[in-house]
């Protein structure tokens, strides 16, 4: 049961546009969005994450949108750059101490920022 | 950067071979994970553990066990690989009371032939 679904796959956009990655979740407990950053050859790295406590979350030029009602959250990268190109993972988790805050991660976008 | 070293970090086995992965972690992080990576399906929790000999199955446990016997140290054993388990595998570890960051090694790249 995939209880996080992302989309798109895959992005191409132009240097200095916005990138768009919407997320959706199914399960109401979880309480932490966050999204990973994940170059070739590398492990994902986090980026920015967001609580359902509030509605955006903005650091630099990435964004995050969060929609409660709707259980869908997105990534918003502005001024995309070719260094922004790499695979983008949003998740999510539920507190708890032997639950471990797991992340349940959606399927990937992988974005392409041509120069 | 957590201090997390995966090895091997790339490794060729036969079919019905078991397999050791490593984790080590430098920070003293109470949690450690390990995740596998296929393309399409983002990445999966295998095993997690939340302290010393306190291990717990993920989403895609069949055909994998984990060990801790101490805080710095995570492996994962295929007990018998097989070529669905062609992957690569993640270890991340989270420390008590951070928030909810969790920091993820480089990857281990398994090919089973």
């Known amino acids: 049961q995939q209880q996080v679904k992302q989309s798109p796959q895959s992005l191409i956009v132009q240097k200095g546009g916005i990138s768009i990655i919407n997320c959706a979740y199914e399960n109401t407990a979880f309480d932490y969005f966050p999204w990973y950053q994940q170059f070739p050859g590398k492990g994902p790295a986090l980026l920015i994450a967001i609580r359902p406590d509030v509605s955006e979350k903005k650091e630099g030029r990435f964004t995050i949108s969060f929609n409660k009602s709707a259980k869908q959250f997105s990534l918003h990268i502005m001024d995309s750059q070719p260094g922004d190109s790499a695979t983008y993972f949003c998740?999510?988790?539920?507190?708890?101490?032997?639950?471990?805050?797991?992340?349940?991660f959606g399927e990937g976008t992988q974005l392409t920022v041509n120069p | 950067d957590a201090g997390i070293t995966q090895s091997p970090r790339h490794k060729v086995t036969e079919t019905g071979t078991p397999v050791t992965l490593r984790c080590h972690q430098t920070e003293n992080h109470r949690y450690m994970y390990w995740y596998r990576q296929d393309p399409g399906h983002g990445l999966r929790l295998i095993h997690y553990?939340?302290?010393?000999?306190?291990?717990d199955k993920g989403e895609v446990s069949d055909g994998y066990s984990v060990s801790r016997s101490k805080t710095e140290d995570f492996l994962l054993t295929l007990e018998s690989a097989t070529s669905s388990q062609t992957s690569v595998y993640f270890c991340?570890?989270?420390?008590?009371?951070?928030?909810?960051?969790?920091?993820f090694g480089e990857g281990s790249w398994l090919t089973v032939v």
């Open positions: 991340a570890t989270r420390q008590l009371n951070s928030g909810n960051t969790i920091y």
């Open positions: 998740a999510a988790s539920m507190g708890g101490e032997t639950s471990g805050s797991r992340l349940t």
């Open positions: 553990s939340y302290g010393v000999k306190d291990t």
